[in-house]
């Protein structure tokens, strides 16, 4: 009887080590699987954001001047952010992280909507002020998400913050942003009616 109770000790525990093991290799391999995907992440964050930073400085003046026809034009591309295009083990991430990187997309799809109406339906020749206001604001918010998310990508996994250098995209779109929406406050507010 002994031996039996025994046996069936030794089967259990024998059990419960392998469950130990194998649960310690899958808790191992997911914080590898993390840490790459956030440093590989964050940096085309970061990438994505200076892109928007080069959109936010687009004025639609080449070189400080209109096209030969006189009007402004787009002349930095819009950028795009493919986070289905990284091969990366996504579940490995906490579902809030991993939705709003997902998301990210979406949301540039919304703001290249709202750019595509400006110009279509306010924006006037020929220097279309109103929908490269539009752009930039759009584009300025698009970057300044994009920097947040690869902050919080560097932290949930203890990474160093990142060494900005003299160029500091993130101050140039939030500068970019504050006087843009200031710009349209005080629009706003040339245009209240006061009770007579």
């Known amino acids: 009887m002994e031996s039996a109770i025994f046996g069936l000790v030794g089967v259990a525990l024998g059990?419960?080590?392998?469950?130990?093991?194998e649960w310690w290799f899958q808790s191992r391999k997911n914080k590898k699987d993390a840490e790459y995907l956030s440093i590989l992440v964050s940096c085309e964050l970061e990438r994505y954001a200076a892109r928007c930073a080069e959109v936010v400085?687009?004025?639609?003046l080449c070189e400080g001047r209109p096209d030969e026809n006189g009007y402004s034009s787009i002349q930095v591309e819009a950028p795009k952010f493919e986070p289905q295009a990284f091969s990366?083990?996504?579940k490995s991430l906490p579902a809030h992280l991993m939705y709003e990187i997902l998301d990210l997309p979406y949301k540039a799809e919304l703001a290249s909507n709202s750019v595509s109406a400006v110009f279509e339906y306010a924006a006037t020749p020929p220097n279309?002020?109103?929908?490269?206001e539009e752009r930039q604001l759009q584009y300025a918010c698009l970057g300044l998400a994009a920097l947040k998310l690869a902050e919080k990508l560097r932290?949930?996994?203890?990474?160093p913050p990142r060494d900005i250098g003299e160029w500091n995209p993130a101050e140039y779109m939030e500068r970019?942003?504050?006087d843009i929406e200031s710009e349209r406050k005080a629009r706003a507010g040339q245009y209240v009616l006061t009770d007579v």
């Open 176 to 178: 970019h942003k504050a």
């Open 128 to 132: 279309f002020s109103e929908g490269f």
């Open 155 to 159: 932290g949930y996994v203890g990474l």
């Open 88 to 90: 990366v083990e996504w």
């Open 57 to 60: 400085g687009d004025d639609g």
């Open 15 to 21: 059990s419960l080590l392998a469950v130990a093991r």
